[in-house]
């Protein structure tokens, strides 16, 4: 399909836009350099005040019932039965390492249940307190789905634990009915994947009961509705539950294109012409990378703009003087009644807060599973480790003191939007004063990773509260730490770049004091020499130095 003819389809589809426009990739445990699984996520929303939830294990009473609040809007839905034991969970990661993430996709409105009691965010933190693997996980969110019924709309979950990685894909079956149809596939262990608010899933091998789950009615429900009349061995469940449109394939499958791209340019390469709207042929569900994948890696895939691909949109006019890779929103415009977008790359200025997590299985799971965590975009935060043992959220996270309306120096989420409000604007001028800051932190945070953790080890041998309390006292101190450094890049680029000047630096970075008086000394550097031929195009003779006529 051409992407001409379906460029008219892109302000329909915004209107229905997902509000939590999120990211996840995930990493087999054969594909990681480390033997970890790991599964990244962006919970990316406008206006969603950001924090590390907590919840402690528990034991309950028989006949005990739990509320459920949508997520999203916080709701009242209704209740369901407790489990009689839950267990501790930090942010997306339980005490055995089990980790969920999620993108919405919405598809067909019709299937949305609003006499649902469990929304896409409660399945998450109700299963996250029962689920000691990832397969049970699946059967924990699906059963619960099946009794009380969902309330939200498509979604992808990334589901993992120290040994496996799963995609599933859900959606309810309309207004009044009880349960779901869906589907989950086992990410193999030396494949990488990747979900971004569009379905994912095509085919399926309904046949391998090991590495494929799905509920019993998805095809037959497809047919009923009339989503799909062909013959089982054809049917795809993103094409009956999701039909792809140019917002589904730019704005969402571009970001999936993007991670490929990374570390597997063959077939970036491949299915460039797809996420172009040239080529019918979807991305596959999973493929191999080209090297083995660390954390860090992913950490830096969550901040790409599409740099240095056929999609960077960092040298435009919307880039501004200093290349910009931000785009406000929302992603469509209109121009004399015709529409265009702007690109949704993998990394945005929206986002409440992204994680990275790493589960291990050669470790005991309270050493093993590590969030690394941040308020706002990861391409303007320093990932702190969180340990999925860990009792106490830092109060950086846990929203102590600020809220959606109300900013907090001691407060992350607002600290990071901060500094990354000042910098986005003058984006290449600044940038390179975060990342100096940003790459001290993560690479302490990394260096000191081992030590900690055979420290750990040995406390975990002879006491394993001891060693629990050890790392949740470190999980704090991190965040804290951060904190800190960040509170000080904030004073440290106010100065530096106040009015549009450059304050001069000593060789180790600090701010150069003038000699004598108050006048610091500073460069003007102006527009960049690419801006300034782009406004003299745009603007002619305007601005051009004329010798001024004088009387003879």
């Not at 028989?62 to 369901?80: F, P, Q, S």
């Not at 706002?376 to 340990?387: E, F, H, L, Q």
């Not at 600090?510 to 500073?522: N, V």
Request: charged letters at 25%; aromatic letters at 12%; hydrophobic letters at 35%.
């Amino acid at each position: 399909m051409k992407s001409k003819s379906i460029l008219g389809m892109a302000l329909i589809w915004a209107a229905a836009y997902p509000a939590h426009a999120c990211t996840n990739f995930i990493v087999g445990k054969s594909a990681s350099a480390d033997g970890s699984v790991i599964v990244s996520y962006s919970a990316d929303s406008y206006g969603n005040f950001g924090t590390l939830y907590h919840f402690a294990a528990g034991q309950h009473d028989k006949d005990a019932m739990r509320d459920i609040y949508e997520w999203d809007t916080g709701k009242y839905l209704g209740k369901i039965k407790e489990a009689a034991q839950t267990y501790n969970v930090i942010g997306n990661m339980n005490e055995f390492q089990v980790t969920i993430g999620e993108t919405t996709w919405g598809g067909r409105q019709e299937l949305a249940d609003p006499q649902g009691v469990m929304d896409y965010g409660s399945l998450i933190y109700v299963t996250l307190q029962r689920a000691h693997n990832a397969k049970e996980a699946i059967k924990i969110m699906t059963d619960l789905v099946k009794e009380y019924g969902y309330h939200s709309e498509g979604e992808s979950f990334s589901i993992a634990d120290p040994d496996e990685a799963w995609i599933l894909e859900m959606i309810g079956k309309g207004p009044g009915s009880r349960g779901a149809v869906w589907v989950a596939v086992r990410i193999p262990d030396d494949c990488v994947a990747a979900h971004a608010n569009q379905s994912r899933i095509h085919k399926f091998d309904m046949d391998d009961k090991e590495n494929c789950l799905y509920s019993p009615d998805v095809i037959s429900f497809a047919r009923e509705k009339g989503y799909f009349d062909g013959l089982n061995k054809d049917f795809s469940f993103a094409d009956a539950y999701n039909p792809l449109d140019w917002g589904g394939l730019r704005y969402c499958e571009a970001r999936v294109w993007s991670f490929y791209n990374m570390f597997n340019r063959s077939i970036g390469e491949k299915y460039l012409p797809y996420i172009q709207g040239e080529s019918a042929e979807p991305l596959p569900l999973y493929i191999h990378a080209e090297k083995k994948l660390s954390v860090r890696d992913i950490q830096h895939a969550m901040r790409d703009h599409y740099e240095g691909t056929p999609l960077d949109f960092t040298q435009d006019v919307a880039a501004g003087p200093y290349h910009m890779p931000y785009r406000l929103s929302p992603l469509t415009f209109k121009v004399d009644d015709q529409d265009y977008f702007n690109e949704r790359p993998i990394s945005t200025q929206q986002p409440a807060w992204t994680f990275v997590a790493q589960m291990r299985a050669n470790l005991p799971d309270a050493i093993g599973g590590v969030l690394w965590f941040g308020n706002d975009d990861a391409n303007m935060i320093a990932y702190t480790p969180v340990y999925c043992c860990t009792t106490r959220a830092p109060e950086c996270y846990a929203g102590k003191n600020a809220d959606c309306v109300t900013f907090s120096f001691d407060n992350a989420f607002w600290v990071c939007n901060w500094v990354a409000d000042m910098i986005i604007p003058r984006y290449d001028l600044m940038i390179g004063d975060l990342r100096k800051v940003q790459n001290k932190l993560e690479d302490a945070f990394f260096d000191q990773q081992p030590g900690i953790e055979t420290a750990a080890k040995e406390m975990y041998d002879k006491d394993p509260a001891q060693a629990k309390a050890f790392l949740t006292d470190y999980t704090n101190m991190a965040a804290q730490n951060m904190m800190k450094e960040w509170n000080e890049l904030a004073k440290y680029l106010i100065v530096k770049y106040n009015d549009g000047a450059v304050k001069k630096t000593n060789p180790d970075g600090s701010l150069l004091r003038p000699e004598q008086g108050s006048s610091a000394p500073l460069t003007r550097p102006g527009y960049p020499d690419d801006f300034k031929r782009k406004l003299i195009r745009e603007t002619g003779d305007r601005f051009k130095v004329r010798e001024i006529k004088k009387e003879d």
